[in-house]
T-cell receptor
Framework: DAGITQSPRHKVTETGTPVTLRCHQT?????MYWYRQDPGHGLRLIHY???????DKGEVSDGYSVSRSKTEDFLLTLESATSSQTSVYFC???????????????FGPGTRLTVL | GQNIDQPTEMTATEGAIVQINCTYQ??????LFWYQQHAGEAPTFLSY????GLEEKGRFSSFLSRSKGYSYLLLKELQMKDSASYLC?????????FGGGTRLMVKP
């Protein structure tokens, strides 16, 4: 158990509404990531963070923003949700100082988002 | 650019051995991960290869050839619970690029 949670676990919203997903970790990992997973596309990186207030874009960042104001929380915001953002969103963490290696990413349980 | 290929689906019999291949062409390479993902669940870490060769962990082994851009995951003594998707991912500087995943179905 890598001590990572996501909230909410399920959400249904309407097109045009803002949505914020939260990722919370308890083990002081440096790196945090947001992915989306869609049939036929696998996992794709949206944004990631390498420290408090330090973030960068991934492969599919358009329409998403992130914030990390403290080590344990990484927020993903859809400013105006669209139906193409219906997906399963996974948060991941890495940067442990021991174990399988600092590069190994551990995933949260996921958030299933439906935009109607 | 990044290109990672793995078969979409495979079927195998309980008790048998199955090999899931992954080929990659990426800009940057620090290592290759394999993850297992059961339907409706999060991916879980299986193995990480940095150097060429075979890494064995119980019933699971993973092989890497960096010169060929090739890896495989070998599952021995298949069990029904091994029915899942297996994700190959290339690590390039703290960022992972995933293949589309291979859905493995284990039949009795």
């Amino acid at each position: 158990d890598a001590g990572i949670t996501q909230s909410p676990r399920h959400k249904v919203t309407e097109t045009g509404t803002p949505v914020t997903l939260r990722c919370h970790q308890t083990e002081n990992h440096r790196y945090m990531y947001w992915y989306r997973q869609d049939p036929g596309h696998g996992l794709r990186l949206i944004h990631y963070s390498y420290g408090v207030k330090d973030t960068d874009k991934g492969e599919v960042s358009d329409g998403y923003s992130v914030s990390r104001s403290k080590t344990e929380d990484f927020l993903l915001t859809l400013e105006s949700a669209t139906s193409s953002q219906t997906s399963v969103y996974f948060c991941a963490i890495s940067g442990r100082t021991s174990g399988e290696g600092t590069d190994t990413q551990y995933f949260g349980p996921g958030t299933r988002l439906t935009v109607l | 650019g990044q290109n990672i290929d793995q078969p979409t689906e495979m079927t195998a019999t309980e008790g048998a051995i199955v090999q899931i291949n992954c080929t990659y062409q990426t800009s940057g390479f620090n290592g290759l991960f394999w993850y297992q993902q059961h339907a409706g669940e999060a991916p879980t870490f299986l193995s990480y290869n940095v150097l060429d060769g075979l890494e064995e962990k119980g019933r699971f082994s993973s092989f890497l050839s960096r010169s060929k851009g090739y890896s495989y995951l070998l599952l021995k003594e298949l069990q029904m619970k091994d029915s899942a998707s297996y994700l190959c991912a290339v690590n390039a500087g703290n960022m992972l690029t995933f293949g589309g995943g291979t859905r493995l179905m284990v039949k009795p």
